[in-house]
T-cell receptor, first 114, second 111 residues
Framework: ETGVTQSPTHLIKTRGQQVTLRCSSQ?????VSWYQQALGQGPQFIFQ???????GRGNFPPRFSGLQFPNYSSELNVNALELDDSALYLC?????????????FGPGTRLTVL | KNEVEQSPQNLTAQEGEFITINCSYS?????LHWLQQHPGGGIVSLFM???GKKKHGRLIATINIQEKHSSLHITASHPRDSAVYIC?????????????FGKGTKLTVNP
């Protein structure tokens, strides 16, 4: 059973560029959640995908968008990057939407916007 | 006021000390998580609980639903326990796995 993986590990972009981050969920998991963690802060919920459909979104602008593929892997896309988008981006996978299902986190992608 | 508050923000201990980290939340929840984050960034889930108490090795987590409070205890602390410990809650509303996180408690255990 493979765990949650994310790519790339680190990324440096400049303001105005676009970025795509990738997440492979744990085997058998059909739900992926994305979080943004600024330095010194707790993670903030961006959105969640369940069976290829967005299922809940946090307080992030539309330039943050996502996809989930039939194999349940997921992408996070950020357009028109801003300096404040510099953060650690975490994805977590789980099975289903029940409250008692545990989320398993990936190692994160550290994005730096210059 | 944040929905999830942790205390203390920073904690320094000597090896062998008993450590307690507290978490208070203001919303109804279906589950509370204690997570560990090392400097590299990856997050490891330590406990998920909705009532009572759980123990794993030197770690103990308790939750009091009525008081909306949870504690994470580390017995016989060791330098390898140095990390950021994060409390996160999942709302009582069904249909979403959204977690709301505290800001974390940075623990440093000195030898």
């Amino acid at each position: 059973e493979t765990g949650v993986t994310q790519s790339p590990t680190h990324l440096i972009k400049t303001r105005g560029q676009q970025v795509t981050l990738r997440c492979s969920s744990q085997s058998g998991h059909n739900t992926v959640s994305w979080y943004q963690q600024a330095l010194g802060q707790g993670p903030q919920f961006i959105f969640q995908y369940y069976r290829e459909e967005e299922n809940g979104r946090g307080n992030f602008p539309p330039r943050f968008s996502g996809l989930q593929f039939p194999n349940y892997s997921s992408e996070l896309n950020v357009n028109a990057l801003e300096l404040d988008d510099s953060a650690l981006y975490l994805c977590a996978s789980s099975l289903g939407l029940r409250g008692y299902n545990e989320q398993f986190f990936g190692p994160g992608t550290r994005l730096t916007v210059l | 006021k944040n929905e999830v508050e942790q205390s203390p923000q920073n904690l320094t201990a000597q090896e062998g000390e008993f450590i307690t980290i507290n978490c208070s939340y203001s919303v109804g929840i279906s589950a509370l998580h204690w997570l560990q984050q090392h400097p590299g960034g990856g997050i490891v889930s330590l406990f998920m609980l909705s009532s009572g108490k759980k123990k794993h090795g030197r770690l103990i987590a308790t939750i009091n639903i009525q008081e909306k409070h949870s504690s994470l205890h580390i017995t016989a602390s060791h330098p390898r326990d140095s990390a950021v410990y994060i409390c996160a809650v999942r709302g009582a509303q069904g249909g979403s796995e959204k977690l709301v996180f505290g800001k974390g408690t940075k623990l440093t255990v000195n030898p």
